[in-house]
């Protein structure tokens, strides 16, 4: 008779599961110890419970609310842990989507697909508006390479140049806001005025395809949306490698501490620079993915108001939490699509009591509210269950 295989037996089998219950409960213990548990997280809403749950409307909403979260993360870093309040975000976000609407726009624009218009081959927002040559600063963007560049090279050096004067002079906090305002009220006022060169109060729409691609059915918005996920993942994991190293200890301190820091031998004036600068990169490919999301880009995403939604976001979401910045962007969004919907004509106030309700309530956002009345409940609770079980293994 063949011998017996322990591993089959049933107590073989019973000694098994909780070693592997323990791997797991090991496992889940080093991720959240690495501070990447909230990451994986979201990543598993985002990636898996989302497309799941929802329809491919819904889920093309929620692809355009995760554009917004670039923006949300990158105030984090620059206003939560930098100490640099910029009301002028949308500056970037617009930068950044019309650097891709412009490409999406002249491939739209071939000689065959505008042969009725008066001068074929450039956009029809141009040719209506009496311009018969593509302008040279619009060629470059035949090139999908160049655009790609375009996306987070210019509204970077545009940072760079509001930010630098103005921090190496030390013109800071309330002054540097309004700054910020301005530049996305000059830059608003230009796209509108400009109108035969950038589609005016419209904006540049009817974007089609993107190296012949049509972007606008229902498998590509999907991909689409998988694509923006994944880029935002990209984005948290990258400034939570800023926030743990020692850059993002000295961004901390110098926004606490200035004086000290400036003292010790920093640069005070490059770090609030450089912290500036990441958040306008990440404003920028939020603005290009929802260029390729939604189809179109316009000037309403680049001014004051907008801006200062985007400022909001951080603040519902916890300004010195990144996952929480994505989900301060995805509530607020939601509740404004709700609200729209449900209540047309009340739903600005609805809106704006919700802003001031959340803030009041919960000054450090969702994240502070996880923290102080969330975090240690589920810590209990896992602690808990740790202990029955080892205390159930053991008897």
Not at 145 to 156: E, I, S
Not at 279 to 301: C, D, E, N, R
Not at 342 to 349: A, D, R
């Amino acid at each position: 008779m063949e011998p017996m295989n322990p591993l089959a037996s049933p107590a073989a089998a019973r000694s098994k599961a909780p070693a592997a219950a323990g791997g797991w409960r090991a496992l889940a213990a080093r991720v959240e110890a690495s501070g990447y548990g909230s990451i994986v997280l979201l990543a598993i809403v985002i990636l898996i419970v989302f497309p799941l749950a929802l329809d491919a409307f819904r889920l093309n909403l929620m692809g355009k609310y995760l554009t917004y979260a670039f923006v949300a993360i990158g105030l984090v870093i620059a206003w939560g842990y930098g100490g640099v309040l910029s009301l002028g975000q949308g500056v970037f976000f617009g930068l950044g989507g019309y650097a891709m609407a412009m490409f999406l726009k002249l491939e739209a624009s071939d000689p065959i697909a505008t042969k009725t218009q008066t001068t074929p081959g450039i956009p029809d927002f141009m040719d209506w508006n009496q311009v018969t040559a593509l302008p040279f600063w619009w060629k470059p963007f035949h090139s999908l390479p160049f655009a790609l560049l375009a996306v987070l090279v210019v509204p970077t050096v545009v940072a760079l140049i509001v930010s630098y004067p103005m921090f190496k002079r030390r013109v800071g906090g309330v002054y540097f806001a309004i700054i910020t305002q301005a530049v996305a009220l000059i830059l608003s006022v230009l796209i509108i005025g400009q109108q035969g060169f950038t589609g005016g109060v419209n904006g540049i729409t009817d974007l089609r395809t993107l190296l012949g691609w049509d972007i606008r059915t229902t498998h590509a918005k999907l991909i689409l949306y998988f694509v923006n996920a994944v880029l935002l993942l990209v984005a948290l994991l990258w400034c939570r490698w800023i926030q743990r190293s020692k850059l993002g200890t000295l961004l901390l301190a110098m926004r606490d501490k200035e004086d000290r820091v400036r003292f010790s031998g920093y640069d005070v004036a490059m770090f609030k620079v450089f912290a500036f600068c990441v958040a306008a990169l990440l404003a920028a490919l939020g603005g290009a993915m929802f260029t390729l999301q939604v189809g179109f880009m316009s000037p309403s995403f680049v001014g004051i108001v907008p801006s200062i939604e985007m400022v909001i976001y951080a603040a519902v979401g916890g300004r010195m939490s990144l996952v929480g910045a994505v989900y301060g962007a995805v509530l607020v969004n939601l509740g404004k699509t709700w609200f729209s919907e449900s209540f047309p004509n009340l739903w600005l106030y609805l809106m704006a009591a919700m802003f001031i309700g959340v803030v009041m309530a919960f000054p450090n956002g969702l994240a502070g509210l996880y923290e102080q009345h969330v975090r240690a409940r589920v810590q209990r609770a896992l602690r808990g269950a740790a202990y029955q079980r080892s205390a159930g293994d053991e008897q």
